[in-house]
C-alpha cells in the first residue's frame, strides 16, 4: 500500500516539476544567428481529398517572398477529389509548383508518411520544409523558416496557431493548441525538445536518410513530427523553435467535437510509444495522464476516501490551476497571442476529462479512421 503511494506521490511532483519546467524555460531567448545566404528550400505538402483547401495553400505558396531558390512538391495521396487535377493546373502555370504522388513512396510506409516520402525523394534542395494542406501561411513564411539554418541548427520547430474560435470547441482548441507550443517551446530552448508539429516544421534532408526514412516509425499512424524529431535527437541534431511571428502557421479550425477529439486520440496514440524514443519525456506524459484521472475522480474519492486525502487532491487541484495559468500568460506573451480568463478556466475544467479520454482512446486507435482510412497495422 505504501509503495503504491508513494509511486503517487512521484508522479505528482514529476508532473507539478513538468509544469514548472514549462515556465522557466518560456523566460529564455534564443538569438537566432540567421544564415547568411539564401538556402535552397524544397517545401513539401501531403494531400488526401484537399480540393477545398488546396487554392488557398497554393496561393499563399504563390505569394511568399524569398530570393533563395526553392520549390513547393505537393504530394497526391490517392485522393478520390480533384485534388490531382488542381495541382497540375497551378503546376502548368507555375513551375515551383510540382505534382507528386504518394505512389512514388515507400510502398511499406501508410498514410501521410508515405505521402512525405515520396515528396522527400523527389525534392532536390537539402532544406525541408513541412505544413499541411489545410493550415495558412503569411508571405514571410519560407523566408523565416530558411533563414534559421545554418552550420550549427538541423532542425526548425514551427508554431502552429489558432487565432480565432467560434464556439466551445474552437474556444477549446486554440488554448489547447496554445499550451502545448508554449510547452514544446520552453523545452526546446531548455535544451530538452519534446514535441513538434507537422503543420509546422523543417529538417535538414540528411536527417532523413541517416534515419532511414519513416521506417523505423512505420508501425505509427502519425510520427512523422515528434516521434520522427526524436530520433534526430538521438543522432545529436540541434533544434531550435522559431519565434519568428512571421513563421507562425495558422492551423484548421475545428467546429465539431467529434473530429477534433479523433485527431487528438491520434496525436495521444504517437504519445503512447514514446517510451520507444525518449523515457523521460514518456514518463512526463504518463504524469500527466494520471494527474488528470486523479482529478476527474475527485468527487467519488470524497465519497469513499477520507477526507484528509480529499484535502490533499484539492490542494492539487488548485496548484495545477495555478501553474498552469501562470505558463498560459507567459506563452501567450512570448507568442504574441492574446489571451482570453473565460476560455482558459473553461479550457482548465475541459482539459481534465479530454486528458483522460483522449489517453484511453489511444488503445483504441485501430477504430479510428483517417482522412477515410482506418490503421490496420
Not at 130 to 144: A, E, R
Request: charged share 20%.
Amino acid at each position: 500500500m505504501y509503495f503504491l503511494l508513494y509511486i503517487v506521490l512521484l508522479l505528482i511532483i514529476i508532473y507539478i516539476g513538468s509544469l514548472i519546467s514549462y515556465i522557466l524555460g518560456n523566460f529564455i531567448n534564443h538569438n537566432i544567428n540567421k544564415s547568411h545566404h539564401l538556402n535552397s528550400v524544397s517545401v513539401i505538402i501531403a494531400v488526401k481529398n484537399g480540393e477545398k483547401s488546396l487554392p488557398k495553400i497554393l496561393e499563399d505558396l504563390e505569394k511568399q517572398i524569398y530570393e533563395g531558390d526553392s520549390e513547393y512538391i505537393i504530394v497526391d495521396d490517392e485522393s478520390s477529389d480533384n485534388t490531382e487535377k488542381i495541382i497540375k493546373q497551378y503546376s502548368q502555370k507555375n513551375q515551383k509548383i510540382i505534382y507528386a504522388s504518394s505512389k512514388e513512396g515507400n510502398e511499406n510506409l501508410l498514410f501521410k508518411k508515405r505521402a512525405l516520402d515520396a515528396g522527400i525523394k523527389k525534392s532536390k534542395y537539402d532544406i525541408l520544409i513541412f505544413t499541411d494542406v489545410d493550415c495558412q501561411l503569411k508571405k514571410g513564411w519560407v523566408k523565416s523558416m530558411a533563414e534559421c539554418f545554418n552550420d550549427k541548427v538541423d532542425y526548425v520547430i514551427g508554431l502552429s496557431q489558432i487565432s480565432k474560435s467560434l464556439n466551445v470547441v474552437s474556444h477549446f482548441q486554440k488554448i489547447d493548441l496554445l499550451m502545448m507550443m508554449i510547452a514544446g517551446r520552453a523545452k526546446c530552448n531548455l535544451g530538452s525538445p519534446i514535441a513538434c508539429t507537422g503543420q509546422n516544421q523543417a529538417y535538414k534532408k540528411y536527417l532523413y536518410y541517416q534515419n532511414q526514412g519513416f521506417s523505423k516509425i512505420d508501425n505509427s499512424i502519425q510520427g512523422d513530427d515528434s516521434l520522427f524529431m526524436h530520433l534526430c535527437l538521438k543522432k545529436n541534431a540541434k533544434i531550435i523553435f522559431n519565434d519568428n511571428p512571421e513563421s507562425f502557421v495558422e492551423s484548421r479550425l475545428e467546429k465539431k467535437i467529434l473530429p477534433f477529439i479523433k485527431q487528438r486520440i491520434r496525436w495521444a496514440a504517437d504519445a503512447k510509444v514514446m517510451w520507444n524514443y525518449n523515457k523521460k519525456f514518456f514518463i512526463i506524459l504518463l504524469s500527466t495522464f494520471f494527474v488528470n484521472l486523479i482529478l476527474l475522480f475527485m468527487p467519488i474519492i470524497y465519497l469513499i476516501i477520507e477526507n484528509q486525502i480529499f484535502k490533499i487532491i484539492s490542494v492539487l487541484f488548485i496548484i495545477k490551476l495555478i501553474l498552469e495559468f501562470i505558463i498560459y500568460i507567459i506563452g501567450a506573451m512570448k507568442l504574441k497571442s492574446k489571451f482570453n480568463i473565460i476560455h482558459f478556466v473553461m479550457w482548465y475544467i475541459l482539459e481534465i476529462p479530454y486528458v483522460v479520454l483522449s489517453g484511453i482512446g489511444s488503445f483504441f486507435m485501430k477504430n479510428i479512421s483517417w482522412r477515410g482510412q482506418v490503421f490496420k497495422k
